[in-house]
């Protein structure tokens, strides 16, 4: 039986820009990890949130039906535990309110890790379902785009009227994802209940079109296509206000031979796609570009088959 499990969710981009809550991309070498261990009272708990500092996280809940990662894991518990519990561990890896995926990547980390405490782990397709239940509480809706990068990896179409059924999609080769993430926060719930819930037909037909070549784009590994599609009319230009920085760090990016730059969800971080030969350079010239607007920021280079959630230890 084990007893001990760690397991790693990547960080992810939501939206992709041109899927608005149906596509999403796994990000390399930025994600959060959660322990579980197995306890002898029922049901889920918590010992500790770590944040990114190492140090105890100074506002992050630690109470179960508060925080994305316990209800998640819950939600597994309640429907494939024994009689038992276990107690998660936090580490925050992703930052808070980014744009990024946090709380995706918190529930995912818990459910793979819960999974392997369970006599029978479930297959890894069959957890979506439950971290899905943790990212709801976080950003107040339904949607797979960061949860589904993150416990699958690579760049994952997931509709939400089609669920369960998601579908891991091919990446062109020799494009990378860079990400720059402006220390701003923004609340995803409180973003998306400012969206139109109307849009005209020339919207509807103009982001179908774009979701439909950039797919397409990807499968024949046409960058030119993907340049052309990798656009947003719906939801970026809702959105491109509350992210200061975000005109002078797409120009930058735009500028500088990104075949397309948008927001990483609800922002306030920031994506470009580019040749992965450019990508270095990419990210240097955002980051001054958002430095120079007075705002500090971070950046990470993804290729776009990062891995998805993975079980890093269990004993
Ligand atoms: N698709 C979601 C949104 C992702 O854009 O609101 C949030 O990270």
């Known amino acids: 039986m084990t007893d001990s499990t760690i397991a790693f969710a990547p960080a992810s981009i939501g939206n992709v820009a041109v899927g608005f809550d149906m596509l999403g991309l796994a990000l390399e070498g930025v994600g959060d990890r959660v322990g579980a261990e197995r306890r002898s009272e029922y049901g889920i708990s918590i010992s500790a949130v770590y944040g990114l ?53 918190s529930a995912v980390a818990a459910v793979v890790a819960v999974n392997a405490l369970l006599l029978k782990p479930l297959p890894v397709q069959d957890l979506l379902h439950f971290a899905m239940a943790g990212e709801q509480y976080a950003s107040g809706g339904l949607h797979a785009d960061n949860v589904a990068p993150s416990l699958f990896g690579g760049l994952v179409f997931c509709p939400s009227v089609l669920l369960p059924e998601t579908v891991c999609l091919p990446v062109p080769t020799g494009i990378s994802a860079v990400l720059v993430h402006p220390e701003l926060q923004i609340n995803t719930a409180h973003a998306r209940k400012g969206l139109s819930a109307t849009y005209s037909m020339q919207q509807w037909l103009e982001q179908q079109a774009y979701l439909g070549g950039f797919i397409a784009a990807c499968a024949s590994n046409d960058h030119d296509l993907l340049a052309k599609s990798l656009k947003d009319v719906i939801i970026e230009p809702q959105r491109a206000a509350s992210v200061a920085c975000f005109p002078a760090v797409r120009d930058a990016a735009m500028d500088n031979g990104a075949l397309g730059c948008s927001l990483s969800g609800s922002g306030p971080s920031i994506f470009a796609l580019v040749q992965s030969q450019r990508a270095e350079a990419l990210s240097a010239q955002m980051a001054e570009a958002c430095r120079n607007m007075g705002i500090e920021c971070q950046s990470w280079i993804s290729s776009m088959s990062a891995p998805g959630a993975y079980l890093e230890s269990s004993a």
């Open 53 to 105: 500092d190492g140090l105890e996280h100074p506002y992050l809940p630690a109470e179960p039906g508060k925080n994305t990662a316990s209800i998640a894991a819950e939600a597994l518990w309640q429907e494939h535990g024994d009689d038992g519990g276990a107690a998660l561990t936090i580490f925050k890896g992703v930052p808070l309110q980014s744009g990024m995926g946090s709380s995706a990547a």
